[in-house]
C-alpha cells in the first residue's frame, strides 16, 4: 500500500534561515509523483512543488526545492530564506491510484522574526 | 488564487440534515477530486469525476454522493449528518487524469467548511 510519512508534527525557524520539512514515502509502483502543498491558517491548500520519480535533477520553485533521494524514498521540502509569511501547514503527498492524492499528517511551520 | 472556487465557504446545520456543496474546477480542467480533511482522520480522498463520469471512489460514506455536470462543475451531497461529518471539504481539479507528470498537479479550492451542530 501507498503511504506517506511526515514526522514532524512542529518545525520553527528563525527568519531568513533554511528549514528543511521530512518526508518520506512507500509505494512499490516504478512510476509515481510527490507533491507538497501549504494551508496556512485561512485553510486553502497551495500547491507548492511537484517531483516525478523518473526526474532526473531535484525540483525547484523559487525558495522551494525538493530533495529527492530516490533510494531512500525521501522527498523532503527545502525552504530557503525563510519568511515571516511561510508560517503554514505543509503537507507532502503522493499520486495513487487514479491519481488521487495520498497525504502525510503534514507538519507545522513556525518562522519566527 | 487557484482558479478553483467553493460555495459555500462556511456552512453550519444540524443532525441528520442534508447539504450540496458546490465547485468549479480551474478553465480547461476535466477532473474534479474530493478531500474531507478531519481532525482524527487527516486529508482524505473521496471521489473522482472525469469529464462527466465517476474515476475512483475512496473512504466516502454511503451517506454521500456526488456528480459532476455538463459543464464540469461538481456538486457533493451529504445526507442524514452526523457530528462526525464536521469537516473541511475540499474540491481540487487537474488537467487530465489518465496523464502523469506535471499536467496531473491538482489545484485545491478554497474548501468548504462543514459544522454539524
Known amino acids: ?42 485553510g486553502e491548500m497551495i500547491f507548492l512543488i511537484y517531483q516525478g520519480s523518473y526526474d532526473q535533477q531535484n525540483a525547484t520553485e523559487g525558495r522551494y526545492s525538493l530533495n529527492f533521494q530516490k533510494a531512500r524514498k525521501s522527498a523532503n521540502l527545502v525552504i530557503s530564506a525563510s519568511q515571516l509569511g511561510d508560517s503554514a501547514m505543509y503537507f507532502c503527498a503522493m499520486r495513487g491510484g487514479y491519481n488521487k492524492l495520498i497525504f502525510g499528517a503534514g507538519t507545522r511551520l513556525a518562522v519566527h522574526p | 488564487d487557484s482558479g478553483v472556487t467553493q460555495t459555500p465557504k462556511h456552512l453550519i446545520t444540524a443532525t441528520g440534515q442534508r447539504v450540496t456543496l458546490r ?22 480522498f473521496l471521489i473522482q469525476y472525469y469529464n462527466g463520469e465517476e474515476r475512483a471512489k475512496g473512504n466516502i460514506l454511503e451517506r454521500f454522493s456526488a456528480q459532476q455536470f455538463p459543464d464540469l462543475h461538481s456538486e457533493l451531497n451529504l445526507s442524514s449528518l452526523e457530528l462526525g461529518d464536521s469537516a473541511l471539504y475540499f474540491c481540487a481539479s487537474s488537467v487530465d487524469a489518465t496523464t502523469s507528470g506535471r499536467t496531473d498537479t491538482q489545484y485545491f479550492g478554497p474548501g468548504t467548511r462543514l459544522t454539524v451542530l
Open chain 2, 23 to 44: 465547485c468549479s474546477p480551474r478553465s480547461g480542467d476535466l477532473s474534479v477530486y474530493w478531500y474531507q480533511q478531519s481532525l482524527d482522520q487527516g486529508l482524505q
Open chain 1, 1 to 42: 500500500a501507498q503511504k506517506i510519512t511526515q514526522t514532524q508534527p512542529g518545525m520553527f525557524v528563525q527568519e531568513k534561515e533554511a528549514v528543511t520539512l521530512d518526508c518520506t514515502y512507500d509505494t512499490s509502483d516504478p512510476s509515481y509523483g510527490l507533491f507538497w502543498y501549504k494551508q496556512p491558517s485561512s
